[in-house]
């Protein structure tokens, strides 16, 4: 079955850039999907179609994809941005199922 | 602006079964493509199906395939999912949400236990 490889965790100091990549083959050919989930709460899109920003999501979250990898780029990361961040594909299969990545915890400290 | 509420907590024990809703409101369940997700205690999101416009049917990761049904009343606008043969692996919190999971329900916690 598909799979969409993040790193466990990512930390950085207030202020920084931080960078959330997800690997998967079909990449190049579907778009990827970011998702901020704090504790206890729903998650949150916050990128989708691999650059587009929704709505109320702060210019400082931004996407890219290149080849087989997406990234997540929070530039200037706040304390409250601390949470697990989580990247959402569909294979190239042709049987329209989609799959999360496992998920990144973002430390911000 | 769409607003998804889902209903509430739910106990079962194992090889029962589990339906939840989702209601719609802002929007009109037939102007969207409704999909579930659910999430284990302290672990990551995992998708479980939704409707895929393109072919005009609901889709279900394979996983689930057998056990899970996903329908829609458009009288109510309201959606749900229905798990079949609980386990105590299927404790999770289910949230069902719009396509490109562009917007969430508040999540609805189904424990399984004897």
């Known amino acids: 079955s598909y799979e969409l490889t993040q790193p466990p965790s990512v930390s950085v100091s207030p202020g920084q850039t931080a960078r959330i990549t997800c690997s998967g083959d079909?990449?190049?050919?579907?778009?990827a999907y970011w998702y901020q989930q704090k504790s206890g709460q729903a998650p949150v899109l916050v990128i989708y179609?691999?650059?587009k920003r929704p709505s109320g999501i702060p210019e400082r979250f931004s996407g890219s994809s290149s080849g087989t990898m997406a990234t997540l780029t929070i530039s200037g990361a706040q304390v409250e941005d601390e949470a697990d961040y989580y990247c959402?594909?569909?294979?190239?299969?042709?049987?329209?199922?989609?799959?999360f990545g496992g998920g990144t915890k973002l430390t911000v400290l | 602006q769409v607003q998804l509420v889902q209903s509430g907590a739910e106990v079962k024990k194992p090889g029962a079964s589990v339906k939840v809703s989702c209601k719609v409101s802002?929007?009109?369940?037939?102007?969207?493509?409704m999909h579930w997700v659910r999430q284990a205690p302290g672990k990551g999101l995992e998708w479980m199906g939704g409707?895929?416009?393109?072919?005009?049917?609901?889709i279900y990761a394979q996983k689930f395939q057998g056990r899970v049904t996903m329908t829609e009343d458009t009288s109510t606008d309201t959606a749900y999912m229905e798990l079949s043969s609980l386990r105590s692996e299927d404790t999770a919190v289910y949230y069902c949400?719009?396509?490109?999971?562009?917007?969430w329900g508040q999540g609805t916690l189904v424990t399984v236990s004897s």
């Open positions: 949400a719009t396509d490109q999971l562009y917007y």
């Open positions: 959402y594909s569909t294979d190239s299969s042709g049987n329209h199922s989609w799959v």
């Open positions: 409707f895929d416009p393109e072919d005009g049917e609901t």
């Open positions: 802002g929007y009109t369940l037939t102007e969207l493509s």
């Open positions: 079909a990449l190049p050919k579907k778009y």
């Open positions: 179609e691999d650059s």
